[in-house]
């Protein structure tokens, strides 16, 4: 039975090193397995459980995707039969999962055919990868890079220019970066946070207030925001409405200075030069005295202290700007900013903070 299966692969993947993607899985195939029904025996899923289910469901697909880039290459690995197949059933399950309706709480109601049926396909495409990644490293056409996962949970995440790095957690808690995977609780909370070169936080509440942390405290500055960077200047994405998103403002000091334009996300390199993305997922660079369109679209954008622009577009993976066009890194992402060190972005479903080192970077 579909229960059967899912341990065998479980079980099968044990005697290997876990990896990220790995234990993600077996995480979500035990909580699947756990999850309730109602007096109909269906299975109900609330909004936040059928996301995370839905992204590691697509996070296998894409592994397997990536693992077969180049089919045939590989004299180690055994030929998976029915692979296409599989992957056709996994594409043809993410896409009914993604139109199911809700309920009038708006949870996702499965029956018990459709919630087997997710299952079954999610146990196929453990087994399947598991069989492709039976000899890692041993293809020299697929590249080699690896986030380093640092951290469990994360809803936004800051890099300053000297190393440090916080995130917003559950709670809206703030979390620093100590090294390893461990992280130390900072005082206050915050739905956005950006950091100064020194490190001290810069955070929008919950109010939309923006505050600074200094002398062990923090400080307000006139006005709202709905996200923040701070590089050469503190810059935001205020709340007036505007075409393409809200308003965009840097601070002088003692007041705010509006820019044309408007947009939804921004990072600032250390020259005080604005990135942005507007709500449409297109992408803008301030050029002195306007914003100019750059290719592309994303999610989310941030900028190195070198002047290193790297986005999360908008299908989760990580972009590093050539000067041409955007270099594909992978992932599964919904924010970055830009570290000395390389990148660091929160996972989609919020489930894990990565780090690419400059060894990875080419």
């Known amino acids: 039975k579909v229960l059967a299966i899912a341990l065998i692969a479980l079980l099968a993947f044990s005697a290997f090193a876990e990896s990220d993607l790995v234990q993600d899985a077996r995480e979500t195939m035990e909580e699947l397995e756990s999850e309730g029904r109602n007096e109909n025996g269906e299975v109900v899923l609330s909004q936040a459980q059928y996301d995370k289910y839905l992204a590691n469901f697509e996070n296998l697909l894409n592994g397997l995707l990536k693992c077969h880039k180049h089919p045939g290459h590989c004299p180690k690995c055994p030929k998976v039969h029915g692979m296409q197949d599989a992957m056709q059933d996994a594409s043809e399950t993410m896409e009914e999962l993604e139109s199911e309706g809700r309920n009038e709480n708006g949870e996702v109601v499965l029956s018990q055919a459709q919630h087997d049926k997710y299952l079954a396909n999610f146990s196929n495409l453990l087994n399947d990868l598991l069989k492709c990644h039976k000899h890692p490293g041993h293809c020299p056409k697929c590249p080699k890079i690896h986030w380093k996962k640092i951290g469990t949970w994360a809803y936004d995440v800051a890099a300053s220019a000297r190393g440090h790095i916080m995130v917003v957690g559950k709670g809206k808690s703030i979390w620093s970066y ?12 915050a739905r956005r946070i950006a950091l100064s070169p020194d490190g001290r936080p810069h955070i929008i509440n919950s109010h939309g207030f923006i505050m600074y942390r200094q002398g062990g405290r923090y400080h307000r500055i006139p006005g709202y925001a709905m996200d923040i960077s701070y590089g050469g200047r503190i810059t935001i994405i205020g709340t007036n409405v505007e075409t393409y998103g809200f308003g965009i403002y840097q601070w002088m000091g003692r007041h705010w200075k509006k820019l044309p334009g408007s ?22 660079r301030w050029a002195g005295r306007k914003f100019i369109h750059v290719p592309g679209k994303a999610i989310d954008i941030g900028v190195g202290v070198k002047g290193d622009v790297w986005i999360i577009g908008t299908n989760h993976h990580a972009y590093k700007w050539t000067g041409r066009g955007w270099k594909n890194y992978g992932g599964n992402f919904r924010r970055i900013d830009v570290g000395p060190k390389g990148p660091v972005a929160t996972a989609w479903n919020h489930h894990g903070v990565y780090l690419l080192s400059k060894q990875e970077i080419k």
Request: aromatic share 20%.
């Open 178 to 189: 100590l090294g390893g995977r461990r992280w130390k609780r900072f005082p206050g909370v």
């Open 263 to 284: 947009g939804t996300q921004v990072s600032v390199d250390y020259h005080g030069r604005p990135w942005i993305v507007n709500k449409y997922h297109y992408i803008f």
